[in-house]
């Protein structure tokens, strides 16, 4: 869509990006309403894949120990992780009546970007410290590959403003804290039961 527009008439579109740019091109009005139902229609699909994803990780992190049990509870009936489910949609739902959708889209950058550089980095070092492991699918060029990987990552990352840099740290330090605590003590890796 930025490349529909000259510089100026960028305040124009911040409100609407996609229906200004469908405007300027002509649609019209029932195209136009077709594609922002189909965009938002995308949006909320992606919005509940990661929410039934993040109570997944609660559920998997209880389970290993990670996280209280309470997290990996399952519903008698429909055999979901109900108390994650409800957790998570507290815990995103809340903030986002609250906050901007900027910083939370800044935040789920930062963490994405900062998630395939750590992915990028492990394949590198599981190379050459674990040459002989199955593996279903291996990446081509390494150490090239994730090296780039890294670059773009971290590069995209960098972009970012210095209050989400901020709120990422201290996120990464809750987290962190949460580890040293609680987790590392409890896991089931910790206790030479890993899986």
Excluded at 42 to 68: E, K, N, T
Excluded at 70 to 82: E, G, L, Q, R
Excluded at 131 to 157: A, E, K, Q, T, Y
Aim: hydrophobic content about 50%.
């Amino acid at each position: 869509m930025t490349g529909l527009f000259t510089s100026p008439s960028f305040s124009d579109a911040a409100a609407a990006p996609v229906a200004y740019a469908l405007q300027v091109l002509g649609a019209s009005r029932w195209t136009r309403s077709v594609i922002i139902v189909g965009a938002l229609t995308g949006m909320i699909s992606s919005l509940l894949v990661f929410q039934y994803g993040q109570a997944r990780i609660w559920y998997a992190m209880s389970r290993d120990g990670l996280f209280p049990k309470m997290f990996c509870a399952v519903h008698k009936k429909f055999k979901t992780p109900h108390i994650s489910t409800w957790i998570a949609g507290f815990v995103v739902g809340i903030p986002a009546g609250i906050f901007a959708i900027s910083d939370a889209a800044d935040l789920s950058n930062i963490g994405t970007l900062f998630a395939f550089v750590l992915v990028s980095l492990g394949v590198i070092i599981l190379r050459r410290t674990q040459p002989d492991r199955p593996r279903v699918f291996r990446v081509p060029f390494v150490p090239w590959f994730p090296l780039i990987s890294i670059l773009l990552c971290g590069g995209l990352m960098t972009g970012l403003t210095v209050i989400t840099w901020v709120r990422f740290i201290i996120w990464l330090a809750i987290g962190l804290f949460i580890y040293l605590v609680y987790s590392r003590h409890r896991s089931e890796f910790a206790k030479g039961g890993g899986r």
